[in-house]
C-alpha cells in the first residue's frame, strides 16, 4: 500500500523559498497522480498543484503560478513542490495526496475525492 511522507516545511521570512518532499513507499509513484494542498488555520482545505500519473500534465493553480512549481523525482519515488517568494498567506499545513492512474483535472476541487493516500502534512510558516 503507499505512504507518503511529506518534508522540508519550517519557517521562512517573506519573500523566501522552501522545497517541499513528498516521499513515497510501497509502490512506484509513475503509475499515480499526485497533488499537494495545503490548509490555513480556519479556513478549507485548497488544492495547490496536481501531476497527472505518468508526469503527463501538471496544473498549478492559477493564482499561484509564477511562484509555485511541480516536478517529480522518479529514481528518488518522490514530487517536490518548490515554492519562491512566500507571502505570509502561504502559510499552511502542507500536504500530498496521490490517486492510482489519476489524471488531474484543470477544476481543483475535482482533485481531493479521487485521492486514495494521503501524507500527514508539513507545516509552512511565513513570517512577514
Known amino acids: 500500500q503507499l505512504q507518503l511522507v511529506e518534508s522540508g516545511g519550517g519557517e521562512v521570512q517573506s519573500g523566501g523559498s522552501l522545497r517541499l518532499s513528498c516521499d513515497a513507499s510501497g509502490d512506484n509513484l509513475d503509475w499515480y497522480g499526485v497533488a499537494w494542498f495545503r490548509q490555513a488555520p480556519g479556513l478549507e482545505r485548497e488544492g495547490v498543484a496536481c501531476?497527472?500519473?505518468?508526469?503527463?500534465?501538471?496544473q498549478v493553480r492559477s493564482f499561484l503560478r509564477g511562484r509555485f512549481t511541480l516536478s517529480r523525482d522518479t529514481v528518488k519515488n518522490t514530487v517536490i513542490l518548490e515554492a519562491t517568494n512566500l507571502k505570509p498567506e502561504d502559510t499552511a499545513t502542507y500536504y500530498c495526496a496521490a490517486g492510482r492512474e489519476y489524471a488531474c483535472p484543470d477544476y481543483s476541487p475535482a482533485w481531493a475525492p479521487r485521492m486514495d493516500s494521503w501524507g500527514k502534512g508539513t507545516l509552512v510558516t511565513i513570517s512577514s
Open positions: 501531476s497527472s500519473f505518468g508526469d503527463t500534465y501538471v
